[in-house]
């Protein structure tokens, strides 16, 4: 069996979805993307398609090594979103061409199913007790929302109060047992990050999440010490030796890798198998489109440190367009007291639509995230 053909789709909301023919009538669905540089990627996709024509898709790993090690400059979340869509590609059609679930040709699962959460309350968090009622009405057991808007290095305590006063809402209106995953989205630097985390104690959150931007992870130290929260991070880290020293520094409990950033399902199942070591759990990052659920899904099912999936479903980007209008079989996604099933069909376990790709992929998209600024016209981060 060779590769054909490789065709990119520049889908709304804001994805990148790829497709892998071979000379066997198979072919394989992945999602590599980075949110506002999808054409970026796009022309990675493209240029690392000169190696893949041509070669047998059944060689995954000697292709990932080739495509990370064939280039002198490696990393980063271009070149990593990059592969990640490749690769979950390939073992699509791997699944496809032995008739398995991708968790199957991994070693099998060691659960049926997954607990998920939902997003509530936008980039500038409003209204989130209403949202999480809904949420929990929904069948939902833990939401995630963002903290904060905009924090300067040492900002009011006023602004701390706003935070506070919004997760409050969320526990008030959900009740004393519901997960609330509260992230911080490296808005938020060391000063204030370390006040947070000891102030939201009291409102027993599942986790806080990229309390500092990952480049200053030397200061989850300082932060841990200051809290008994779990710690979450791990969405812009981008393959195995970037979360080297965050596990052996030992002060994260909660590794968020992206199986569309960080090299697919191939580096995201080793990823976590390194944190098991380390008995650090495993919640993929994934406000994404359904390619990327399912090829989390096929990791989770895999891995005994995963304790829950980010998914999309009615997210606050998906406006006009979300993931279940990819696929000819939205029951895939069924969630059911707050858990979704493992996918069981071969390969990734999902059909797309494809004619619909294609017409969305005429309207395409340009999606940027927001660019904040501080009062004083500095640059905020988002």
């Known amino acids: 069996m060779k590769i054909t053909k490789m065709e990119t789709f520049v889908v709304p909301p804001r994805w990148l979805f790829l497709k892998i023919e071979t000379d066997e009538g198979i072919s394989g669905w992945g999602e590599p993307i980075v949110e506002g540089k999808a054409h970026t990627v796009k022309a990675a996709v493209e240029e690392l398609s000169g190696y893949l024509i041509g070669q047998n898709p059944l060689d995954i790993e000697d292709h990932w090594q080739a495509m990370y090690r064939g280039g002198f400059y490696r990393g980063g979340p271009i070149l990593m979103s990059a592969i990640a869509g490749i690769d979950q590609a390939l073992w699509d059609i791997k699944g496809k061409f032995h008739q398995a679930p991708i968790y199957q040709l991994m070693g099998g699962a060691c659960r049926k199913s997954m607990k998920v959460y939902s997003w509530i309350g936008g980039d500038r968090p409003s209204d989130v007790g209403e949202a999480a009622v809904r949420a929990q009405a929904a069948g939902f057991t833990a939401v995630k929302m963002n903290a904060t808007e905009e924090l300067q290095y040492v900002d009011s305590y006023e602004k701390i109060d706003q935070v506070l006063e919004r997760v409050a809402a969320v526990r008030t209106a959900a009740g ?6 509260i992230d911080f989205h490296g808005r938020v630097h060391k000063p ?10 009291a409102y027993r959150p599942l986790f806080i999440e990229e309390p500092v931007l990952p480049e200053n992870n030397e200061a989850l130290r300082d932060i841990a010490n200051a809290t008994h929260i779990p710690i979450a991070t791990g969405e ?3 393959s195995r030796w970037d979360f080297k020293s965050l596990l ?6 909660i590794i968020q890798p992206d199986v569309s950033h960080a090299g697919g399902i191939t580096e995201c199942k080793k990823i976590a198998s390194m944190a098991e070591a380390y008995d650090v759990a495993l919640a993929p990052h994934c406000p994404l489109g359904p390619i990327a659920l399912a090829a989390c899904l096929q990791v989770d099912a895999t891995c005994h440190n995963a304790f829950i999936q980010e998914q999309s479903l009615g997210i606050h980007y998906n406006q006009g367009n979300d993931l279940l209008d990819y696929i000819t079989d939205p029951s895939v996604f069924a969630y059911t007291d707050g858990h979704v099933a493992i996918p069981a069909g071969p390969g990734l376990g999902i059909e797309i639509d494809e004619a619909h790709v294609r017409k969305m992929a005429e309207v395409g998209h340009n999606w940027k995230n927001p660019l904040w600024r501080h009062a004083d016209g500095s640059v905020a981060e988002w």
């Open 176 to 181: 004393p047992h519901f997960g609330i995953g």
């Open 192 to 201: 204030m990050a370390k006040i947070l985390a000891k102030e939201l104690e």
């Open 236 to 238: 812009r880290m981008f």
């Open 248 to 253: 052996s520094d030992g002060y994260v409990d």
